[in-house]
C-alpha cells in the first residue's frame, strides 16, 4: 500500500512539474479574409478603377465573381475590397507577412495579374501570375510579401488583370501567427524583386543636382542610370519617415547591390540613414561601407545597425552611394529593434560616435558653408564652392599665400 501512494504521488508531482513549465504557441495560420461567394453576394468587393474601361460592373455568376468591361483593355481593370476591419480583427501586425491564393480565369491569359494591398496608393505585390494554357484556363494566384499600415490607414486587397473579362473564386489572405511572445525585432518593410515597381515612389536619386540620374524597375531590380559618375554623389534615398516613427531605438538595414565600377575594391559603397529637419541633413548614422570587386553581374550585401534619435517633424531616409554612375539593388530589409539603453528618445538629435560634435561630408557641405572661409584673409581671389558636392577651395594664390581653410 505505501509503495501505491508513492507511485500516486510521483505521478501528482509530475503533472504539476508540467504544467508549471512555460507553454509556447507553435505557429498557426490565421485567415484574415476567405471569400467564395457561395451567398450569391460580392462579399464586399468593387471594382477597382471605375474609370478603367467601359462600364466597369461586377457581379456573382455560379457561385463566382465576376468583372467585365467592354473595352476589352485596361491596365486598370479588377476588383478591390476594403479589409480594414477584418486586417486588425485578425490580429495580423505590421511589418508580417501575408499570403494570397486565389482562383483566377480570364477571357485572355496572354497578361499577368496582379494581386496586392493598396494603402494610400501605395501597392505593396503579393503575387502575380498567369495560366499556363488557353484562355478561361483556371489557376491560382499565390504569394506572400511583407505588408506595412499604420493605425489610421484604409486597407484595400486588390486583383488586377489587364483582359475585360475576369473570374475569382476562394479568394484567401492568410498569415502565420508566431509564439505567443512579441520578437524582439519587428519587420518594417522588405523589398525584392518585382516589388520595386510598386514601391518605386519611395526612392529618389541621393543627389539632388544630379538631374541626368534615372531610376527604373525594368530588370525586376531597382536600377540607377545614367548618374553623373565622379562628378555627383551618386545612389539613391529611400523615404522611411512613415516607417520609422519611435526615437531612441536600434534600427537595422541591409541591402544587395552591384555596381558598375568598384575599381577591384578601391571604391567602397555605403549604406547609412539619414536625418533631415526644415530641409537640412541633421544626422547621418553609418550602417556599413565596404567594396565589392566584380563590376555589374555580382550583388554584395550591406547591412548594419545603428541607433537613430529625432525630433518630430524630422524626415528620416535610408541611403546608399558609391562612385559609379551604373548601381543596382535588391532585397531592401528595415527592421526596428529594441529601445537603446543609452539615448533618450526625446534628446535632440547628436552625432553618432561618443564625443564627435559634427559630422560633414558630400552634399551637407552645401547647408554648411557658413561654417568656413579662405584661412589667409589677404587671398581675395581665393573661393570655396560646394558645386561637387564636396568642400573645394579654387583660385588659391599659390605659394603666395597660406592656403587652406
Same mark, same amino acid.
Given at each position: ?28 495560420? #490565421? ?21 478603367? /474601361? ?5 457581379? #456573382? ?16 481593370? !479588377? ?12 490580429? =495580423?501586425? +505590421? /511589418? ?9 480565369? +480570364? ?25 499556363? %494554357? ?19 490607414? *484604409? ?8 483582359? %475585360? ?27 525584392? %524583386? ?6 518605386? !515612389? ?13 531610376? *527604373? ?10 548618374? !553623373? ?11 522611411? *519617415? ?8 536600434? &534600427? ?25 529637419? @526644415?530641409?537640412?541633413?541633421? @544626422?547621418?548614422?553609418?550602417?556599413? +561601407? ?17 541607433? $537613430?534619435? =529625432?525630433?518630430? %517633424?524630422?524626415?528620416?531616409? $535610408? ?5 559609379? /554612375? &551604373? ?9 526596428? !529593434? ?48 560646394? @558645386?561637387? +558636392? ?16
Amino acid at each position: 500500500m505505501s509503495g501505491k501512494k508513492k507511485l500516486i504521488s510521483f505521478a501528482v508531482s509530475a503533472a504539476m512539474l508540467i504544467s508549471a513549465l512555460p507553454q509556447f504557441a507553435s505557429a498557426q495560420t #490565421v485567415t484574415i479574409i476567405s471569400d467564395n461567394f457561395s451567398d450569391g453576394t460580392t462579399s464586399g468587393y468593387s471594382v477597382y478603377d471605375p474609370s478603367a /474601361g467601359e462600364n466597369p460592373v461586377l457581379n #456573382v455568376e455560379y457561385e463566382d465573381l465576376k468583372f467585365e468591361e467592354s473595352s476589352g483593355w485596361d491596365p486598370n481593370n !479588377g476588383i478591390r475590397k476594403d479589409i480594414t476591419s477584418a486586417l486588425k480583427g485578425s490580429g =495580423f501586425k +505590421s /511589418g508580417q507577412n501575408m499570403t494570397v491564393s486565389a482562383k483566377v480565369s +480570364s477571357a485572355w491569359n496572354n497578361a499577368n495579374a496582379s494581386a496586392f494591398i493598396e494603402i494610400n496608393g501605395e501597392k505593396t505585390e503579393l503575387a502575380s501570375g498567369k495560366a499556363e %494554357g488557353t484562355d478561361w484556363t483556371e489557376y491560382t494566384l499565390t504569394g506572400t510579401a511583407a505588408v506595412n499600415y499604420n493605425d489610421n490607414d *484604409t486597407v484595400y486587397f486588390c486583383i488586377t488583370q489587364p483582359c %475585360g473579362t475576369h473570374v475569382y473564386d476562394d479568394i484567401q489572405l492568410t498569415y502565420e501567427s508566431g509564439s505567443s511572445s512579441e520578437p524582439e525585432e519587428n519587420q518594417l518593410i522588405s523589398i525584392s %524583386g518585382a516589388q520595386f515597381a510598386n514601391a518605386i !515612389g519611395r526612392f529618389s536619386v541621393y543627389d539632388k543636382s544630379d538631374t541626368a540620374g534615372k531610376l *527604373t524597375t525594368e530588370n525586376s531590380k531597382l536600377e540607377l542610370t545614367d548618374g !553623373g559618375s565622379a562628378t555627383y554623389t551618386n545612389g539613391i534615398r529611400m523615404r522611411v *519617415t512613415d516607417l520609422i516613427k519611435e526615437s531612441g531605438y536600434e &534600427y537595422s538595414a541591409s541591402a544587395d547591390v552591384s555596381s558598375g565600377y568598384w575599381n577591384n575594391g578601391e571604391l567602397p559603397g555605403t549604406l547609412f540613414i539619414e536625418i533631415e529637419k @526644415d530641409g537640412k541633413v541633421v @544626422d547621418s548614422v553609418l550602417l556599413e +561601407s565596404k567594396a565589392g570587386t566584380v563590376d555589374t553581374t555580382e550583388m554584395y550585401k550591406f547591412s548594419g545597425t545603428g541607433t $537613430l534619435s =529625432f525630433e518630430p %517633424g524630422s524626415e528620416i531616409y $535610408l541611403c546608399f552611394t558609391q562612385t559609379a /554612375g &551604373y548601381q543596382s539593388y535588391d532585397n531592401i530589409v528595415i527592421t526596428k !529593434g529594441k529601445k537603446s539603453e543609452t539615448t533618450d528618445p526625446t534628446a535632440a538629435p547628436t552625432s553618432t560616435p561618443e564625443g564627435q560634435l559634427i559630422s560633414i561630408s558630400g552634399a551637407q557641405f552645401a547647408d554648411e558653408t557658413d561654417r568656413f572661409s579662405v584661412y589667409d584673409k589677404s587671398d581675395t581671389a581665393g573661393k570655396l564652392t560646394t @558645386d561637387n +558636392s564636396k568642400l573645394e577651395l579654387t583660385d588659391g594664390g599659390s605659394a603666395t599665400y597660406t592656403n587652406g581653410i
